[in-house]
Each structure stands twice: as structure tokens, then as C-alpha cells.
């Protein structure tokens, strides 16, 4: 299951020397782990800090179609976290349309 959260768009227009800065829009979706990756594969340490063992098929498949499906609307992947048997994926996407100042 993949639940959208939030959504925040930037729209300042950064100037660095002669070229405009791109402006982005991000929002966050959180993945159940549990459809992506059996649970007995992740060991995480008390740091928080987690591996990913034999990940033969498993639920990559879903995960490719959750990346997938983002790429076609052109949002690109920041980083997943994983926190509470959970994947908190941050996405980006450059707004191109122009905005009256």
C-alpha cells in the first residue's frame, strides 16, 4: 500500500549569476515495507540504522511499479527513509510553468 502525504511547492525564483534556478514542488508517499520487503529480511540495529538481506523477487516488483509510476509523472525520488516498518519517500518535481511577479 502507498499513501500520499503531504505536498509543498517553492515558489521563489532563485538568480545565480546569468541563469534562473529551477523552482521544485515535493511530496512524500509512504510504503508499507511489508509489500515490498518480508519483514525477516530487514535487521535494523538500535541506532535505527537497517540492512536489506536476500532480496530474491520478494516485493520488488511493487517497488518498480511505485517508482515507475512517480517517474511518468516526472517526479524524481529525494531519498526513502525507512522509520516504524514503513518507507517514507521523498519525491521532487520542477515546476515549469511561468508565474507572474
Not at 62 to 85: P, R, T
Amino acid at each position: 500500500m502507498t499513501k500520499t502525504g503531504s505536498k509543498i511547492t517553492l515558489f521563489q525564483n532563485i538568480q545565480k549569476g546569468d541563469e534562473i534556478m529551477p523552482r521544485w514542488t515535493y511530496k512524500t508517499n509512504i510504503i508499507d515495507l511489508d509489500q515490498v520487503i518480508p519483514p525477516d529480511k530487514v535487521q535494523c540495529d538500535l541506532s535505527g540504522d537497517c540492512i536489506v538481506t536476500d532480496l530474491q523477487g520478494g516485493g520488488l516488483p511493487h517497488f518498480k511499479e511505485v517508482l515507475d509510476k512517480e517517474g511518468e509523472g516526472e517526479w524524481e525520488l529525494v531519498q526513502c527513509q525507512y522509520h516504524g516498518g514503513k518507507l517514507l519517500c521523498i519525491w521532487k518535481k520542477e515546476i515549469k510553468e511561468a508565474f507572474a511577479s
